[in-house]
């Protein structure tokens, strides 16, 4: 987590070098289109059928919840089995959820009932997906120094996509509503299933024969829990993903009662926060070196949390789009430099269980932030509720920052043993 300079923009795309990536890039540039469009028809049904913040946040319960109690059993599949195979399998089915969201709303027989049955679902498969996912791209990388790259430009992708899918789906909704953009997004699947098909792999490396099931997680939490670097990253993540990204669960709540608009509305406000992540994203993908990610991490936790402070006090559309540019800036940048540091520093028999817990921390704690925000948007109100949650990350990136000389000196080892230091004083050049 030492200090280093950020890369020319030149690099910006060099992991698409490599064809598996290249054919995963493209598949995952369509399909993620569709995904964002899903999740914002699915707030705005949900919403329209309830008129509760409240349904807003237990609907999001279902669809996370299924992270935080199968993740780690998931982590040490991932370990064991085909990643590639595993992509595969989640795929098809959260095509299939997809179809069925679709089916049920243009049919007009859709209800809460259905939403949540089929968000439980979704966050089955999204339980396995993840850790795949995040471990296979060390697969279709060849060359390790260009995992950096690859992380970040994955992160491109999925904000590109939340700069269009939300703003697309706004559009949709309006003119022929919710079920039309469940179709679409079903139907996206169809290339990133026909990119993971057309992937030439190599013969995986030998693997040690797997031990019991609780013993290789109470070694991969042991690990997690026992290095502070890990450790300290993945409680930051947590922090933000509790308090402050169950924002957009609310997203609909601030779009018609505070901004007194629809569903257009709601796709701008959506789109303003992915125009930030994506330039956070690109950013990363401009740097060509892990160093320094750790200071870029607290400061991108307290954009995200100073940001979402400001926006709670906006009662206007142009300026809450405005503040929405670095609340989505500050997080995506939190992410994704929090991924890249955890794969850069986990040993590879190790890392699909590391992963499934940064599943656990993002993805794991967000049902229980998105309870939460419904039950303090009951009590307190919409506003309110996000001023809690951006002073809770601001807090949290400041802890960080005094720890991150103690943070730096424990990962100094392992980047020389990677060769990504050399074996100097540890504090030398940090920043």
Known sequence: MSAGA??????????????????????????????????VATGWLVYSLSDSAWMLGVVGFAGQIPTFVLAPFAGVMVDRWDRHR??????????????????????????????????????VVNALDMPARQTFVVEMIEE??????????????????????????????AAFGAGFCFLADALSY?????????????????????????????????????????????????????????????????????????????????????????????YLAARTSVLGLGRVTAISTFVFGAGLVAFSRSASLGLSLLLLVPVGAGMMVQLAATNTLLQTLVDEDLRGRVMSFYAMALFGTIPFGSLLAGALAHRLGTPDTLLVGGLACIVGALLFLRRLPELRRAVHPVYVSRGILPAVDPDVGAG
């Open 144 to 173: 390790r120094e260009d995992l950096p790259n690859a992380i970040a430009l994955n992160s491109t992708i999925v904000n590109a996509a939340r700069l269009v899918g939300p703003g697309v789906a706004g559009l949709v909704i």
């Open 190 to 282: 169809l290339p990133v299933i026909a990119s993971l098909v057309a992937m030439r792999l190599g013969e995986r490396p030998p693997r040690r024969e797997p031990g019991p099931m609780w013993s290789e997680l109470r070694s991969g939490f042991r690990y997690a829990a026992g290095f502070a670097p890990v450790r300290a990253l993945l409680l930051l993540l947590a922090l933000a993903s509790l308090m402050g990204m169950p924002y957009s669960v609310l997203m609909p709540a601030i779009a018609e009662e505070t901004l007194h608009g629809g569903a257009h509305t709601l796709g701008f406000l959506m789109s303003a926060a992915g125009l930030g992540a994506l330039g956070g994203a690109v």
């Open 6 to 39: 950020p890369g020319g923009w030149r690099s910006l795309g060099r992991a698409l070098r490599h064809r598996n990536y290249r054919l995963f890039f493209g598949g995952q540039a369509v399909s993620l289109v569709g995904t964002w469009m899903t999740r």
């Open 86 to 123: 595993v992509l595969v399998v989640t795929q098809v089915l959260a095509m299939l959820q997809s179809a069925l969201l679709a089916a049920f709303t243009l049919s007009e027989t859709i209800g809460i009932a259905h939403i949540l049955v089929l968000s439980l679902f979704q966050g």
